[in-house]
């Protein structure tokens, strides 16, 4: 190839896999989504592994898992000077840009005190055009810094609109040298009322369908908050059009890696479960679609790997030929998204919480390890195993069968592969708390979230 690849790398926050029209999603309207996954490298396993804003962009930036970054509850701090993917590829020649919502600055208060601070510059990672905000989920009241310059500016409008015009217009000016930048939009994460007045109307009475697995009593709230979530993601489609668009203005969409994806997705009732940060597939499980017609041609294709926060680096610096760097903990899925590989069924990602806090606290859930295979989900907690799903058979995971002596054979195989991956990354896994004393995090707010009730399981005969 003649030029190094540019990378578009458009991240939603909470957009779970199965929201998708491509996925055949019903109530989704996003055919600019449903055009581009029939032009790409469809990743259908992918997904993550700590399912919660600040760990998985932590593990991003870095391509190490949690434990190893530190960041493995919301609001902690990443290490400013940790090896991350922008100085990565700066050292590699390109340009890099961010732009929309960080959450890594954290807020060592521990009750989201940074969250409208200005970043130092040092503390942006290395990105060489950076307009960021910590954390804001008021998309009408959004604001960024740019750069070095402390003085806060908003976004006009509805922010992922006005941030998908920064990064076409980001576009449109590098197109001379390769580039690498990121978008990260805050919708469709909560609150849900508050897409654009013509997305809500499109929702406001439409039948939403459920999953299987939201309990009977619950399906009158899942069906409320669906309808604000799926408004949110029409309009997030028209943004997408709006990086597309600018790729095809500037002549540089043949040579261009485009990747789609989330941080994590959302459970919205299923399984009796209200949020994020759960072992479930509509917590874990993320869209991933990468496009780059140099290399697979305009007809797109589906991809089988269970792809992981802390592959993304890696995986995108083989893409681009460049070094991965030592402190790099993730896997290379380069060679097969190249073709020049193909899974074999044993591949797996590691699911990996070290700490109760959030929406585990409130449920009287415990910290958890465990492996998302092609097919199966397997869970433990320092308690013993917790859960085992055989996703062929059941896909809205409904039946757990971590007693069944006909998955006897399984689980311990499964068990042990786990604890080969602990034992590679020098996890101990130890008790939750034991993690947050060490770390001095134990005064953060989401740590002390009193438990409201004891989850059970809603489908245990």
């Given at each position: 190839m003649s030029k190094s690849p540019n990378i578009v790398y458009v991240f939603a926050d909470e957009w779970r896999a199965q929201a998708t029209g491509y996925n055949g999603d019903e109530n989704c309207e996003t055919p600019v989504l449903d055009r581009l996954a029939s032009e790409s490298i469809n990743v259908t396993h992918a997904v993550a592994g700590c399912p919660v804003c600040s760990p998985y962009r932590a593990s991003l930036l870095t391509g190490q898992y949690p434990l190893t970054h530190g960041v493995y509850i919301v609001d902690a701090e990443l290490?400013?000077?940790?090896?991350?993917?922008?100085?990565?590829?700066?050292?590699g020649g390109y340009d890099t840009a961010y732009i929309g919502k960080w959450h890594l600055y954290g807020s060592p208060d521990g009750d989201y005190g940074r969250r409208d601070d200005f970043i130092p510059r040092r503390k942006q990672m290395g990105f060489s055009y950076w307009k960021g905000y910590e954390c804001t989920h008021e998309y009408y009241d959004s604001y960024y810094y740019f750069n070095e310059d402390p003085t806060p500016r908003k976004w006009e409008g509805y922010d992922a609109f006005a941030q998908s015009r920064d990064a076409a217009k980001y576009i449109e000016d590098h197109a001379e040298k390769p580039f690498f930048m990121m978008l990260s939009w805050g919708p469709p994460h909560f609150p849900l009322d508050t897409a654009p007045e013509e997305y809500r109307q499109r929702y406001e009475n439409r039948n939403i369908s459920l999953r299987p697995n939201v309990p009977p009593e619950l399906r009158e709230k899942a069906t409320a908050e669906?309808?604000?979530?799926?408004?949110?993601?029409?309009?997030?489609?028209?943004?997408?059009?709006?990086?597309?668009?600018?790729?095809?203005?500037?002549?540089?969409?043949?040579?261009?890696?485009?990747?789609?994806?989330?941080?994590?997705?959302?459970?919205?009732?299923?399984?009796?479960?209200?949020?994020?940060?759960?072992?479930?597939?509509?917590?874990?499980?993320?869209?991933?679609?990468?496009?780059?017609p140099q290399l697979h041609g305009d007809a797109g294709r589906a991809l089988s790997i269970p792809l992981d926060a802390p592959d993304i680096m890696p995986t995108l610096l083989g893409l681009c030929d460049?070094?991965?760097?030592?402190?790099?903990?993730?896997?290379?899925?380069?060679?097969?998204?190249?073709?020049?590989?193909?899974?074999d069924g044993s591949e797996a990602a590691l699911l990996l919480v070290p700490a109760e806090f959030g929406e585990l606290r409130k449920n009287g859930l415990k910290a958890y390890r465990g492996l998302r295979t092609l097919r199966y989900t397997y869970v433990e907690t320092t308690d013993g195993p917790w859960l085992l799903y055989d996703n062929k058979n059941d896909p809205y995971q409904m039946n757990n069968q971590i007693e069944d002596p006909q998955y006897a054979e399984l689980q311990m195989e499964l068990a042990a592969r786990l604890r080969d991956r602990l034992t590679e990354l020098g996890d101990d896994f130890l008790e939750g708390h034991v993690y947050l004393d060490r770390d001095g995090l134990t005064h953060f707010t989401s740590v002390n979230i009193p438990c409201e009730r004891t989850w059970e399981d809603p489908w245990k005969a």
């Open positions: 290490n400013p000077d940790c090896l991350s993917i922008a100085r990565a590829f700066n050292d669906l309808r604000g979530y799926y408004a949110h993601i029409a309009a997030l489609d028209d943004c997408l059009a709006i990086i597309l668009d600018a790729l095809d203005s500037a002549g540089l969409a043949e040579n261009t890696i485009v990747v789609f994806t989330s941080d994590h997705g959302d459970m919205f009732q299923s399984q009796g479960l209200g949020t994020k940060l759960l072992p479930w597939d509509e917590s874990i499980r993320v869209p991933f679609l990468v496009r780059w460049m070094p991965v760097p030592a402190t790099v903990e993730g896997r290379d899925w380069s060679a097969f998204l190249r073709g020049e590989c193909k899974p």
